[in-house]
């Protein structure tokens, strides 16, 4: 999302200011809020600007991912236990609820939590009250909740996977998060942004930016994984990147592309994604000959000698010229340009 753990926001969308604001609104109330949003829009880092603005920020904030544990464990975690209450509890443990006493407890993935997990947690809400597992006596407990799932709860519900007692004291708030997709104008920002911090990060001079060509690609792309997916795919082209006194021009989006990818992995994927497995396999033909790999003595430097070598054909068949070779390479003439100066091959 547009947000640091220093709870700075990037971002100027009508779409992302709107729940920003209804967040911040929801945050000196002491009732629960449900964060909704799809996997990398920030639904952790709204948990966090909920607690520092409420009354409760100086208390402590607490997180537990509820797909992150099995069934049998989720509760112990959740709400503690005594020692000896089931095998492997040595000595009396407290849960998350304890933990957050006086403060926020963040639960995300809510919508995996077991049917014997919810309703425990339905009481904790409920009355306030937590009973560590191999004990008869409750514990008051102080706790602020705030849940976040990027699944639709109402649904579930009617589908009997989530409780709607629990839902309707949990939805007294809902902040829906929107996809980096429908936050028009905030991909340049946030690109700009992320852009500007790992050049620093580098060392680099001054911050060239990016080229025409790859601004057209970062608004084009579909972004499934949101805020930060896109602060990954900043960050390695601008890692990647030889030249800092140029533009960035050099966009990949799937770091695992690559002609060298394990034959393996191609057949694991499912039947019904064939279409889609040759769609981003590259032609047989571009495959370098094992014995050519096998001639170089590491992988990078194979990957080197296979690139000077298709430049070189490139060239040859487009008579050197330059224009004529990046188009039939799919490149831009300054992404060519860029790669002929890293061969040596400008004349």
Not at 126 to 146: A, F, K, M, Q
Not at 260 to 273: A, C, G, L, Q, Y
Not at 308 to 334: C, G, P, V
């Amino acid at each position: 999302m547009a947000m640091e753990r220093t709870n700075q926001f990037v971002g100027e969308s009508g779409a992302f200011l709107d729940s920003v604001e209804r967040a911040s609104r929801a945050a000196a109330l002491n009732r629960p809020v449900l964060v909704i949003g799809e996997r990398g829009t920030g639904k952790e880092l709204v948990a966090e600007r909920l607690h520092r603005l409420s009354p409760r920020w100086d208390g402590p904030f607490v997180t537990m991912n509820c797909a992150a544990l099995t069934e049998t464990l989720i509760e112990a975690e959740l709400f503690g236990h005594e020692a000896g209450a089931f095998t492997g509890a040595t000595k009396t443990r407290e849960g998350r609820f304890e933990e957050a006493d006086g403060g926020t407890l963040f639960l995300d993935e809510l919508a995996t939590l077991s049917a014997a997990a919810q309703e425990r947690l339905l009481r904790a809400v409920e009355y306030g009250e937590v009973t560590r597992i191999g004990s008869n006596r409750p514990i008051r407990v102080d706790v602020r909740i705030v849940a976040a799932t990027n699944e639709h709860l109402p649904a579930l519900v009617d589908r009997g996977r989530f409780r709607a007692d629990l839902l309707d004291r949990l939805a007294f708030e809902v902040v829906t998060l929107p996809p980096l997709r429908a936050r028009d104008g905030d991909i340049e920002v946030l690109a700009d942004h992320f852009g500007r911090r790992m050049a620093s990060e580098m060392e680099w001079p001054s911050w060239p930016g990016f080229s025409a060509q790859a601004r057209t690609q970062l608004k084009s792309y579909d972004w499934p994984g949101n805020v930060r997916e896109l602060r990954n795919v900043i960050e390695r082209a601008v890692y990647r990147w030889e030249d800092p006194d140029t533009p960035v021009d050099a966009i990949e989006f799937d770091p695992f592309a690559s002609p060298w990818r394990p034959r393996s992995f191609t057949r694991s994927i499912d039947n019904k994604d064939e279409d889609k497995a040759k769609a981003i396999s590259p032609p047989a033909n571009s495959r370098p000959a094992a014995e050519d790999v096998l001639e170089v003595g590491d992988l990078r430097n194979a990957v080197l000698a296979h690139e000077r070598k298709l430049l070189e054909a490139a060239l040859a068949q487009n008579r050197h010229n330059q224009r004529a070779t990046a188009k039939a390479l799919n490149l831009s003439y300054d992404q060519l340009r860029h790669c002929l100066k890293r061969h040596a091959l400008l004349s």
